[in-house]
């Protein structure tokens, strides 16, 4: 059928959010053009929600693993990179591709990132001015936290990379496959691999113990 | 508990970005946008194998055969009427159906196509040219048709164009159309709302204007003040003509006070006027009959001083109620800026030119022959005043 049926949801709706409550800088929001062609629905996505709704938490990803000050301008960079590209439908949803932009941004970064995850690991656990219990707490995390963050500066990138996108992205072993262009399998014995070497590490954590030491 | 939950417990967390970053990086993305290009998203109904396909150059290359109707939107101004709906399609023969509430008797539509020779199509009123602006009148909604060359001249209805375009079948290159309106005093409102996200600066010592003025011979004059956040120190100002002059004063009886309310509103005032519309316009009020002058006099005044976000917008809704308001459209200012000129003053024959985006004013447009275009090029809060 050769029409385009093309269907504004609703016009007049206004978005305070951005530009779009001024009719002449409104963003295209509530755009969406059905497609009826190979049994495939097409929708047109705008950037501006895109944005939206995955900017923070591709910002969080990415200070996360670098620092607040790389993720200011890499989260952006992400977001232009996806524009220059035309998001392919057969890697699935929008999220787990920026994602995927976000991970190869980091791996630029990677000695930012090991001396991150090392410097954590050194992190002090002995905290021996202060008897409270809520100061035995966070020594128990933060013993956690420098066993975990020494594991993670050991990992194998590739390792690292779907650990995190689990961990820290909220990612499934499906979506993390699609962010990174890797089968299933993969997915599944990187983190396999990883898993074990982080159990290993936390087998060795008493953090309780080490805090009442301290 | 699983070692990857006790991992996102334990790494540090990151404060969300602030409003400054998200700006910046939605700045650098508008910058990329033109010509605006949408992404698209084919949500398969079939079952896609996700896996099969690899991550070439992990997103960061262009992709090969964009599935886009890749064609810009329409402008958001033209001339004094503003974008209020619109559509981009990819092909012809195809339609489109725009839903808009006019604001003016000026209601205009705009169809731009890619191809040459497509020809646009309205049911009921025939084929014109792309590129053409066609009156609307009240119609809330409008269906708009785009034609090949080849399609029949002489249709009439939309089941003639539905019949047409399905013999003709769909042929490659997008268009787009828009519909656009004068802006109205909701539109001043709608400003404001966005004033009121505009992140806050931080006050320094002193608010650096910079402003320049073009007189009749051409000559450009660049003048700074640096007005003091602190009512007792001095006003500085730095005049700089085009041909190297640059005169600085430090003496507060020349150089010329920002505003007239140096006596009762200090800069530092400012931060205390109410952000509330109601309560902000019973101040305004009470300060008009204390000096005598106008409100919509302070409402202009107002405007061009350093606001925080909140109140700026309290402002515009009060101005978009004065009586005196008027909004006259979308204008350029002498440096190619594009902003909504409001006239608020009756005494003053001058415009403000407001950028819609931050409800900041960019220019004054005088409207008479004797006056001259002051731009504002820049202003923020600043520590320390610049000599010559």
């Known amino acids: ?214 | 508990m699983d070692e990857l939950r006790m991992l996102a417990d334990a790494l540090p967390d990151a404060p969300p970005p602030s409003a400054q970053v998200v700006a910046r990086a939605r700045a650098r993305l508008a910058e990329r946008r033109a010509p605006r290009w949408r992404w698209v998203l084919v949500a398969a109904v079939t079952v896609v194998l996700v896996t099969a396909v690899t991550l070439a150059m992990s997103g960061l290359m262009p992709q090969q055969g964009p599935i886009a109707p890749a064609y810009p939107e329409p402008p958001v101004t033209r001339g004094r009427l503003g974008l209020i709906a619109s559509e981009v399609v990819g092909h012809s023969a195809a339609s489109a159906t725009l839903r808009f509430t006019p604001t003016s008797e000026d209601t205009e539509l705009v169809v731009s196509c890619q191809n040459d020779g497509w020809r646009v199509f309205l049911p009921e009123r025939g084929m014109t040219p792309c590129g053409v602006a066609l009156p609307l009148g009240s119609e809330q909604e409008v269906t708009v048709w785009v034609f090949p060359p080849d399609a029949p001249a002489d249709l009439r209805s939309s089941e003639d164009a539905r019949r047409v375009a399905e013999e003709l079948g769909e042929r490659p290159g997008a268009w787009s159309a828009g519909v656009y309106d004068k802006p109205t005093a909701q539109t001043l409102k709608q400003v404001a709302e966005l004033a009121a996200r505009q992140p806050a600066s931080t006050p320094g010592a002193y608010w650096q204007l910079t402003t320049t003025m073009i007189d009749k011979g051409g000559k450009k004059h660049t003048i700074v003040t640096w007005t003091p956040r602190d009512p007792a120190a001095t006003t500085v100002r730095r005049d700089t003509t085009d041909d190297g002059e640059c005169t600085s004063s430090e003496d507060p009886k020349e150089a010329p006070a920002p505003t007239p309310f140096d006596t009762d509103l200090a800069l530092a005032a400012l931060d205390g006027l109410p952000t509330d519309p109601s309560a902000l316009s019973e101040r305004l009020e009470a300060m008009s009959k204390k000096s005598g002058l106008s409100v919509s006099m302070y409402a202009a005044l107002l405007v061009g001083l350093p606001l925080r976000p909140e109140t700026r917008a309290a402002l515009l809704r009060v101005t978009a109620e004065l009586p005196t308001t008027t909004v006259i459209g979308y204008a350029q200012d002498p440096l190619g800026r594009t902003g909504l000129e409001v006239g608020i003053l009756k005494e003053v024959a001058v415009h403000q030119l407001i950028d819609p985006a931050s409800g900041v004013v960019l220019a004054t447009l005088p409207q008479t022959d004797e006056g001259t275009a002051q731009t504002l090029v820049d202003q923020r809060w600043t520590d320390e005043p610049a000599k010559c």
């Not at chain 1, 509530?30 to 895109?50: C, H, K, L, M, Q």
């Open chain 1, 1 to 214: 059928m050769p029409v385009v049926f093309v269907k504004r949801v609703e016009p007049t709706r206004l978005n305070l959010k951005t530009h779009e409550s001024i009719p002449a800088f409104r963003a295209k929001t509530d755009v969406s053009v059905r497609y009826p062609r190979n049994g495939a629905d097409r929708v047109i996505v705008p950037v501006e929600r895109v944005f939206d709704e995955h900017f923070a938490e591709i910002h969080r990803y990415i200070a996360r693993r670098l620092s607040s000050d790389l993720a200011d301008d890499l989260a952006a960079d992400v977001f232009v990179a996806a524009m220059r590209g035309v998001h392919d439908p057969a890697r699935g949803e929008i999220r787990p591709w920026l994602y995927g932009i976000a991970t190869n941004l980091i791996a630029r970064h990677r000695r930012t990132e090991l001396r991150r995850w090392k410097a954590l690991s050194r992190t002090p656990v002995d905290e021996t001015d202060s008897h409270e219990d809520e100061t035995v707490a966070r020594v128990a995390a933060r013993s956690l936290t420098s066993a975990l963050a020494g594991a993670l500066a050991t990992l194998k990138r590739a390792d690292r990379d779907v650990v995190l996108l689990i961990a820290l992205g909220g990612l499934t072993h499906a979506e993390v496959a699609t962010a990174l262009g890797i089968p299933y399998g993969t997915v599944a014995s990187r983190l396999n691999r990883a898993r074990k070497q982080l159990r290993a590490v936390l087998g060795d954590v008493n953090p309780l113990k080490e805090g009442q030491d301290g």
